[in-house]
């Protein structure tokens, strides 16, 4: 993935001190794993999430919420929302998001924004670069704070559409700030990772959506992970909609509320939109923990204050459009990678967005099959906005004693690019149902190995074949009303048959056929399916605590 | 790895006669493989990667090849907006969001209605980079972002499924006019009403619709169609075109007022379009040449039977005539034959009788020319005896007898041939029990 892995600042292995970060648009957090157990770590004002905005008064700077707070009063020295500006030229950015705070420039092929970062009162040209390198520093610093150890290296996320350039880009702005890159990892792959580290099955095969629904971008994956190897399916990027798209919802609400009072609209005004923006966010926060919420703000517009409450029920009504927009989006990642929502075995809701409890339900709706996690679903659920800066962390752990080239030729496209299974591969019972022992879209080589009892005593026949699944809808009719108690019933309006749809198998080729003979009464047969890297496959079976067994090639295609 | 998973499931017993070499039969080969990129992440990674090198390191080269391999998963972000912005567009202002093309603003005017929601983020994402005025400050120019916010209007209107329909319920740049007559003729006809219907079909609850199709289409195929649309189930509604509602607390009848009226209008319009839809199938039916054909073809059939009835009906009633015919003629024949029958019967009769008369003439002629077998003159007593008899006799036998008697004593004159004749007859007579012996001792 990453071959432009500077090594400028070439650590050795040893004096390494490592941390992972998750970079994004809105927000940043760091996290560091020891003995394989991450933690995110608070910068000095406290917070986990900080926000990535960078702020200067007066020649001094300001970070995190501090720097958040500026937005009010001293919006054009503030940057925020830089992250997807690196690497990229002007023409080819979306300033909507930094309208509320220095505008971006175009400047040398780059991004640059005019800033007043010194006391004195001339402005200067800071390229997007070197804002990432001055948030870098910080949050390095911050991390060394706490530690007590300098930190000098970092695994960072990124999204999955970053561009080579985007890359390259952020690792200079790392490597300026004396952070070595040990490697960049994909920001879904990251949150899985982090569910994974914690699961002691995390060998299981399973096809898992990671939504990240962040500030002002979501992105959905559809990844599959088999036996703790990932692969990326499909993915789907959208800048619609997202946690400021929520937000935008209830600054129209309390708006409309404050005209309802006073004479004008606060969102005409950059000071009172800033605040009204921010109170919102606030807002949009505490409903996702409680079902009431406050929102006030003092001098909203004319001096005015206003404060408000609004109830979960109501906010969630007014952003269902929102609410659906993210379902259709993550519905479509789904379809795009050629799967149905049954096929789906587990949900990541990850992102600061992911808190609100309406998404989370409305995903467990969305994919019945599936164990959606997200704190209001699952109560062991990882805090979402937490996940992808612990699996950089525990990626960073396992990595930061190899030597950088180690590393760079471990992630090389020849060692990363293998051959993945179009059909799962399994056994056919005596009924010719098919069980899958190897999943489709299994990276090769792979090895799984089944116990199957055989009940009866006797010869037994292996099938060994190839199966693909498929979804078939079958219409329920209405249960025929029952005559004993069809006194002046009123449910007669919900007697429209019922789709039900099941995930089937169909039996595709025979491979092999095998015979285990003498087989004790409750014995067990083992089978071990090995496929190769050129997709040849070794089929071994025995009875368990028998002797011999077993041994077949079917050569590579 | 000593990692296995137990599956509940009955193997089925082996078929007799399954023998092989080794126990095991290789009978397939896996489908080919998808060529994927797995993540650089996390333990099992590690491991992958130590066995994938080996203590090998991979050139430039073998990276390029790998990766020209992979299935892409990621889309291009990247594409030019391929239609051209028109200056009157750029100029437009977002206040007449209502009258504006939303399509053409996204840059979308060729997939109108077919535009996926994906289509339409990115095409809206593409505008944004573009026009954002942000970008147009920072460059410079004036801060005029009127355009931009055309783009944001568009942008909401289609992302969302209500507002989007709504919209694309007025769309008029995604209807076709229907062809006029001169137009469509011959194969034009099909493809001009296909394309309106097409158009028309967006509006279908159900779909997929039906296909217009073309000259060959079969007569079940063209009715289902026209029957789909004379049927047709719209989603089609005129909220777009409704008048602003004045905003809230300010006047609430006239708010009601002006509802009720979007309310009115609106109804009113889909009645409109429902009935412009049917006389558009109309129109196209009466124009459409298969129909003809169809009925042709029916009346043709209809009237085959028709003629076949009627043949049958005139052949039955002919026929009927004929017989009756013959039967007169029969009865009549039978009447006339057996008047001639008559006749000829009482001819004959006559004929017999006289004969009869003849004969018996004869028969006592022939008494008479024997004398009344007496010798000499004969008493009167004599005679009247001999006479009587020969009435017993007569009386006895049938005329044909008589003709035969007749026959034997015609020409006999002699007395004791006549009487040995008369004798012999009487003889038969007594011997057949039709005369008592004596009662003609005149005749013996």
Known sequence: MATTEATTNGTMPNDRHTIGISFGNSNNSIAIAVDDKAEVIANEDGDRQIPAILSYVEGEEYTGQQAKAQLIRNSKNTVAYFRDFLGQDFASIDPTHSHASAHPQEHESTVAFNIQDKAD????????????????????????????????????????????????????????????????????????????????????????????????????????????????????????????????????????????????????????????????EATKKALSIGTNANFSVESLAEGADFSSTINRLRYEMIARKVFDGFSRLIEGAVKKADLDVLDIDEVILSGGTSHTPKIARNMQSLFPKATVLAPSTTPTAINPSELQARGAALQANLIQEYEAEDIEQSTHAAVTTVKHLTNAIGVLSADDVFTPIIAAETAVPARRTIHISAPAAGDVLIKIVEGGSHIKISTIEPKPKDEADSDDSDDDSDEEPEEQREKVWKVGTVLAEASIKGIKKCGKVEVMINVAADLAVTVTAREVGGKGGLRGNITAP | MSKHTEVELTLPALPQGWEAEGNFKALGKVTKATERSIEPVGPHFLAHARRARHKRTFSEDDKIQAEKNVKKVEDDDSGEISEPEDPMMLSRDAKDWKAQDHYAVLGLSKYRYKATEEQIKRAHRKKVLRHHPDKKAAAGSTEDDGFFKCIQKATEVLLDPVKRRQFDSVDERAEVEPPSKKLAKGDKFYKLWAAVFKAEGRFSRTQPVPKFGDANSTQEVVEDFYNFFYTFDSWRSFEY??????????????????????????????????????????????????????????????????????????????????KKEADAQAAKDAEEKAKVDKEQGKKAKEAAKAAVKKNKRVLKGSVKDANYFADGAPDAKVIDAVLNDVEIVQGKIDPDEIAALAGKLNGLKVKDEVKAVWSEEVKRLIGAGKLKDGEVKTLV
């Open chain 1, 121 to 280: 009162s001339e402005t200067s040209t800071v390229t997007v670069s070197e804002v990432a390198t001055r948030l870098f520093k910080r949050l390095a610093q911050s991390a060394s704070d706490y530690s007590g150890k300098t930190v000098n290296s970092a695994v960072i996320t990124i999204p999955t559409n970053f561009s080579d350039k985007q890359k390259a880009a952020l690792i200079t702005a790392a490597n300026n700030a004396d952070l070595e890159v040990l490697q960049l990892i994909h920001e879904p792959i990251a949150a899985v990772l982090a569910y994974d580290a914690k699961n002691e099955h995390s060998g299981s095969d399973k096809v898992v959506v990671v939504a990240d629904l962040g500030g002002t971008r979501s992105d959905v994956a559809v990844v599959a992970a088999r036996n703790g190897i990932y692969t990326i399916l499909a993915t789907a990027h959208d800048y619609e909609f997202a946690g400021t798209a929520l937000d935008v919802v209830l600054q129209d609400h309390f708006a409309k509320e404050f005209i309802k009072w006073n004479t004008t609209d606060p969102r005409e005004e950059a000071r009172s939109m800033a605040k009204l923006k921010l109170e919102s």
């Open chain 2, 241 to 322: 075109q409704d008048e602003d509602v004045p905003d809230d607390n300010e006047n609430r009848d006239q708010k009601r007022h002006v509802e009720k009226k979007n309310n009115n209008a609106r109804k009113k319009k889909k009645t409109e379009d429902s009935a412009r839809l049917r006389n558009l199938v109309d129109q196209a039916m009466a124009g459409d040449e298969r129909i003809k054909k169809f009925r042709q073809e029916a009346s043709a059939a209809k009237n085959k039977k028709k003629n076949d009835k009627e043949a049958a009906a005139k052949k039955a009633v002919e026929d009927a005539k004929a």
